[in-house]
């Protein structure tokens, strides 16, 4: 500074460029399941985190269908993820349906049929959503919808013997 003839310098100020940090997220696995299941979101290295679902830990687990994303702080720099979607698909039921009775003579036979879905495939190799059954036997169904299955409980089926005419 100078006034006049006289002039002063002033002490240095220090200037410190802080590294950036860059906030990303990594999924521990599938971020499309079915009902009951979950996967870990794990943010970048970092000396802080607040997750848009106001989690502040370095990873949090997911069993949700949402839009995640997290502010990654490192000292006096933070950075804000794009958000990673999860999705939770409904879960499917199993079931089976027959026609008439489980219980007949030779001959005779049942429609068994398995409760909605996109795709079945039965004990007995069948992968239609109905099938005739005229032999005894134990059947059940998985029932996909998507991603999601299940499997029904078993239908017992018995086939009575002709009983002959004396």
Avoid: R
Avoid at 5 to 21: F, K
Avoid at 93 to 111: K, M
Avoid at 137 to 159: D, F
Wanted: with cysteine; net charge neutral.
């Amino acid at each position: 500074v100078s006034n006049g003839s006289c002039s002063a310098t002033s002490t240095a100020t220090s200037v410190t460029v802080a590294n950036s940090i860059a906030a990303t997220i990594t999924a521990s696995g599938a971020i499309t399941f079915c009902q009951g299941g979950s996967v870990t979101l794990t943010a970048s290295a970092g000396t802080s985190y607040l997750w848009s679902s106001g989690a502040t830990t370095q990873s949090i687990n997911v069993n949700a269908t949402g839009q995640y994303s997290v502010t990654v702080s490192n000292g006096s720099c933070s950075a804000t993820s794009t958000a990673t979607s999860v999705t939770v698909a409904n879960s499917t039921s199993a079931s089976i349906t027959a026609s008439g009775a489980t219980t007949f003579c030779q001959g005779s036979s049942v429609t068994l049929t398995a409760s909605s879905g996109t795709s079945y495939q039965w004990s007995n190799g069948a992968t239609t959503q109905s099938i005739s059954v005229n032999s005894a036997g134990q059947y059940s169904v998985t029932v996909a919808n998507g991603s999601c299955s299940a499997t029904s409980s078993a239908t017992a089926v018995t086939v009575n013997a002709i009983p002959n005419a004396a």
